[in-house]
Every structure is written in C-alpha cells, then in structure tokens.
C-alpha cells in the first residue's frame, strides 16, 4: 500500500493521471479498512489445475480450452517450466505444496473457490430416493414433510414425467403409502398388476361406474353444493332459473328415496339421474310457457345420460375397494365425458381418503384436463388447501404447461404446492418458466437441452437439479418405451 502511495505521488508530481493505479490503491484501501474490523480475513491460496489427457494432443487442446477459460475469467495462468514433478506432486491428495506459488485471498474471493453449487447428502429417514443432483449425491426426501404434500410436475411430451410418477408410486408403496391414480390414457396399468394393485376401469361397457347422485360420504348439504359445480360439466352453462329449477328437482329426487338432513337417512339407496328428468318431466307439463322451455332444455341435455349416448352414466355406484394401491383408468372413456368422469372419480377418491389419516398420495395425470375447466379448477384448489388435514399428498401431472402458468387456477395451484419438478421444456414456454420459477439462465438452458428424466427440483426454496434413475428391476415394471415392453 505504502509502493502504490508512492507510485501515485510521484505521478502526480509528473502530472499524469494513471487510473488503474488509483483504482487499485481504493481496493488495497477497501480491504485493510475491512480487516481492520474484522469483516474479512485473508488466506494464503494456493491454485493448481492439473491437466489430464490420454494423448498429446488431447492434453494440447485440453490445456488451450482451460487457458482460454481461465483468461475469460481475467486469470492469468502461468505453466511451472521445468518443475512439473513439484506442480503434479502439488496436484496429488497429499496435502503437499511443492510449487509454493502463493497469493493472499480475502474471505470473499475465497468463497467463490468452492465447487460445489449444490446441497450435501441430507436424507430424510422417511424419505424416498427422487434421484441423483449434478453432484451425482442421492436427493431423498420425504414429501410429507413439507409445509404442504403438494406437488406438480411440468415437462413436456417425451421428457419423462410419467416415467418419474411412476418410480414415485413404487418407492412410496414399499413405505406402506396408500396410492391412488385418475389415469386418463390407461398409463399405469402395468405397475398397478405388479403391486397387485386394484385396477378400476370406467368405461362406455364397464361394470362399475360411479353414480353422480350417490352422496359418497358427503353430507346432504354438502353433495346439493357439490352437484351444483358437476350439472355445468355435464350440461354446460346453466342461467339462474335452470339451476334455480335443477336443485329443486335434485331435492325432491332425494326426498322420494328417503334422503334428507338427517344423517341417519345418508345411507339409502341415491337416486340416479333417471330419477332427476322424470320430476324435470313432472314439472315441465305443469308448468307456465316461459318456465316450460327452461325445463326442457334442461330435460333435453340431461337426456343423452339417461337414454342417450352416456347413458351409462344412468346406474348406481358399483365401486369398492381395499387396496393400497388403486387405479382409475378412464382411458377408453369417450373424450365428451372425461371431464364428467375426472370429477366424479376425484371426488369419490377424495371422500374415501378423508376417511383416516395414514400417509396417502394421489396422483393425477393430464392434470391440465381438470384444471382447464373453471368448476373442476375450483374443486381441485380447495382439495389443495386441505388435503394436509386428511395426511393426503396430491400429485399433478400436466404437459400443457403454458396454460397452467397463465390462468388463475393453475397459479393457485401453483402457490400452494410445495415443490414443483422441471423437465425439458419447449422454447415457446421458456421465457414464462423462467419469469414464474425466478430460474437462472443457465437453468433456462439446461431445461431446453435437458434429456428424457432430466429435470429441475424445486424444493424448500432450493433449485436442485435431477435425474431420475431407475434400477433395472423398477425400469422393467415402469418403461413406457413400446420395443422394450415388447422385448419383455
């Protein structure tokens, strides 16, 4: 410090500006001023990089690329000529410096020495093997844990998102887990025969089915409010008068089998939505001209569940089950009545899961098919708030990712789930990603190129990233690839 006063002095008496020595002498005079407080420290350093090839001209290319990036980083790196047995000795986990090239380093710029961007091994007790992070360190977690069990996985056709629901099913059955899965495209039939699982398949020609008045452990009250967001989904949008005129029909329905405010009344036979368009019909022919047409343009669209094309939906609740693992495949239903059948199906699993409190995680795949529509978005985000009060983890799976981002469903979703996986995703969405999930660009970068079980961990406000990896025992049961299951 004292040489570059002296320095400055004597080119101020010369006059001439030198800004580089005055610049220097301000971070000499910065660093001493924050030793002196004990804010920093110094450490002698001492920095090698040792070079390894299997030929020469793979150490020469290997050594321009590492000078070239150290230059980039203004590092100026110099070879110890003559002395390279010192500087590979040096270079050796011996805790031996031969070549004693060192520099004084402030605690700071010691910091950034450090390799490793990513956490250490800390493995819940209870957790589950998620995969391995860039460090190749195992990242076991236990999902229950956090301040919510909510999770959703983002990624877009082919990345592997069914791969890793399908690995998280398996590692949380062997803990004792109850699982359920809402399978839209017949996905996990596979794994549900090799647990020995139950697999309940809703179909146009299936045996069971749901009914959509069966109260399924819902009180009164509470099935009339939850019948009054399913008519839409069916029917589509209703004025005030049609569901003024439908939920007095739905109690009168309720009350020709005996049901009514009275607990003791919950467990008659329901009604089935026969039942609802013969009083429709009732009131229709006695009713006045404007109310008339109002009722029958309720019978008319209530119709094609009766004595239509759905009206399989037309019987009472057949489903049972006690199994740890249950899976709904509603894959060969017509596409018209999927969302019909996703909310039923949802809000039967949920009314079955509020029935303890052990571990259970539900799994829904093609999210999105829900989530679009803004009663069944409404359904699912109140599951969302209180799923943690019945020890329920719920699983999204969604690939129509720019939709989930955009609307106001999806974002609530989004707020009330504690961790969220990032696969490989498509550059039109990228930018949005990347503003929702507050990633770096390089993360941007990595989600773009990233492979098929590649992905980004966001959990307890960590960016972690993964790849899945499944042991070749669990890859048999859960590959989706069609020339392997072929092979099998």
């Known amino acids: 410090m ?16 030198n800004p580089s020595l005055e610049i220097k002498y301000e971070d000499t005079e910065n660093v001493l001023r924050n030793l002196q407080k004990g804010k920093d420290k110094l450490f002698n ?3 090698y990089v040792n070079c390894r090839a299997k030929t020469k001209q793979e150490l020469d290319t290997l050594t321009r690329r590492i000078y070239a990036e150290l230059n980039s980083l203004l590092i100026i790196p110099r070879q110890p000529s003559f002395r390279m047995l010192q500087g590979f000795q040096s270079c050796s986990p011996l805790a031996v410096n031969k070549l004693k090239q060192n520099r004084n380093v402030t605690t700071e710029a010691l910091s950034a020495f450090f390799p490793f961007t990513s956490s250490f091994l800390q493995a819940d007790k209870t957790g589950v093997w998620l995969g391995l992070n860039k460090n190749n360190i195992p990242l076991i977690k236990d999902i229950f844990k956090l301040s919510n069990p909510n999770g959703i996985c983002l990624a877009s056709s082919g990345s592997g998102k069914s791969y890793m629901a399908k690995l998280l099913i398996a590692r949380y059955l062997l803990t004792g887990t109850k699982v359920m899965i809402i399978d839209p495209q017949g996905e996990y039939k596979g794994i549900t025969e090799r647990f020995n699982g139950q697999r309940i398949d809703l179909s146009r020609v299936s045996k069971t089915m749901i009914n959509p008045l069966d109260l399924m452990g819902h009180d009164y009250s509470e099935k009339r409010l939850a019948l009054m967001d399913l008519m839409p989904i069916m029917l589509g949008e209703l004025s005030e008068p049609q569901k003024a005129f439908l939920d007095k029909a739905l109690t009168e329905s309720y009350e020709l089998k005996g049901i009514n405010e009275d607990s003791k009344t919950w467990d008659n036979e329901p009604p089935i939505l026969e039942d609802l368009i013969e009083i429709l019909q009732r009131r229709a022919k006695k009713a006045a001209t404007m109310e008339k047409s109002t009722l029958l343009s309720l019978i008319n669209r209530l119709s094609m569940y009766v004595d239509g094309v759905f009206s399989f939906l037309n019987k009472q609740t057949n489903i049972d089950f006690n199994n740890n693992l249950v899976c709904f495949d509603i894959g060969n239903m017509p596409k018209q009545v999927k969302p019909v059948i996703m909310f039923l199906v ?10 303890d409190i052990e571990r259970k995680l539900l799994v829904i795949d093609e999210a999105w098919s829900l989530l679009g ?12 708030k209180t799923c943690r009060k019945f020890n329920l983890a719920l699983f999204l799976i969604n690939q129509e990712v720019e939709g989930m981002l955009e609307s106001e469903a999806g974002k609530s979703v989004l707020a009330n789930s504690s961790y969220t996986l990032l696969m490989r995703q498509k550059p039109a969405v990228i930018n949005n990603i990347q503003e ?19 992905g980004i961990l966001l959990m307890d406000d960590e960016h972690s990233e993964i790849k899945i990896i499944a042991s070749p025992e669990e890859h048999k049961i859960i590959t989706t690839n069609p020339d392997e299951i072929l092979e099998q």
């Open 2 to 17: 004292q040489k570059q006063r002296a320095d400055l002095y004597s080119a101020k008496i010369k006059g001439i500006l």
């Open 45 to 47: 350093v001492s920095l």
């Open 346 to 355: 949802l809000d039967y699993i949920y009314m079955k899961m509020r029935k």
């Open 373 to 384: 529509r803004t009663e069944d978005a409404s359904y699912i985000f109140e599951i969302v």
């Open 436 to 454: 929702t999930f507050f990633l770096s660009a390089s993360e941007k970068s990595f989600l773009l190129t990233a492979g098929v079980g590649e």
